[in-house]
């Protein structure tokens, strides 16, 4: 899997039209929230692409998947749990699949059951929902903490950019995993939250904000957990995974956000 620079994707835009006029054809696999990405760096290809989106799913898919697998294990789940399963999933397919397997394998179902079982143990959902926090908090709080860290090389003792950016997307209320955050919502909210001797600059968070894919990318944060569409000013979680964490663990999060700033 490899990690591409906004540079490197609009030099790409330019070669995939190229390859287009010889008959070629390519698959790309990509990580990124808005609509024709690859369009915007290249307008010819907009009537050449066509998009396959793999997030979010509806609920009515994620059901059907919990069908699928019930009938292979001979179980069932009453419709409460798995709904209330699918809404804690926050529309991850693979946050879904992983509590459907901690709530089997914390009623012993580890194979076919010989005669049907019902799962209906609320209980023990919480339990598949905290062990899940768990499992995801290691690599998201490595994440944020390099996307937070200081730049040892600047002199100035100011807060960074990254340090609001990454509270705003923390403390800001957002519905859907797919909503995101208007640019004008997060510039409100940096304004009101400036640390003693900050001044705020208008420039600064638009290039923060344009520049957040390479910014991701020197700090090795892959995947990458956010995305900014410059066209729509939306910025986005892209990491479903990290939004489930969000919820559930909001305040570890804002502990370790804090904790860049000593």
């Known amino acids: 899997m490899s990690k591409i620079s906004g540079e490197d994707q609009k030099v790409i835009s330019t070669d995939l039209r190229i390859f287009n006029d010889y008959g070629i054809r390519f698959i790309i696999l990509g990580i990124w929230r808005e609509r024709n990405r690859l369009g915007q760096y290249n307008g010819d290809l907009i009537d050449r692409m066509k998009e396959i989106p793999v997030d979010p799913w509806e609920d009515k898919d994620l059901l059907k998947i919990a069908e699928k697998g019930s ?20 529309q991850s397919v693979g946050v879904f699949q992983e509590l459907c397997k901690e709530l089997c394998l914390a009623n012993d179902i580890n194979e076919v059951q010989k005669e049907k079982k019902k799962v209906f143990d609320h209980e023990t959902l919480s339990l598949a929902i905290q062990q899940e926090v768990v499992d995801y908090g290691e690599r998201h709080i490595m994440a944020i903490k390099a996307f937070v860290k200081k730049n040892t090389k600047r002199k100035e003792s100011l807060v960074s950019m990254s340090y609001y950016i990454a509270k705003s997307i923390a403390e800001i209320k957002i519905d859907k995993f797919d909503s995101g955050i208007n640019r004008d919502r997060i510039e409100k909210y940096v304004q009101s939250n400036l ?14 904000l344009n520049n957040l894919s390479d910014y991701q990318h020197i700090r090795k944060i892959w995947p990458p957990l956010f995305d900014y569409d410059q066209t729509s000013q939306i910025l986005r979680i892209i990491d479903s995974t990290f939004f489930f964490y969000l919820k559930h663990a909001k305040a570890k999060i804002l502990d370790e956000i804090e904790e860049s700033l000593l």
């Open 71 to 90: 009938k292979i294990l001979n179980i069932e789940f009453d419709d409460k749990t798995i709904n209330k399963i699918a809404e804690v999933s926050y």
């Open 195 to 208: 640390k003693s001797g900050n001044k705020y600059n208008k420039g600064e968070l638009v290039r923060f």
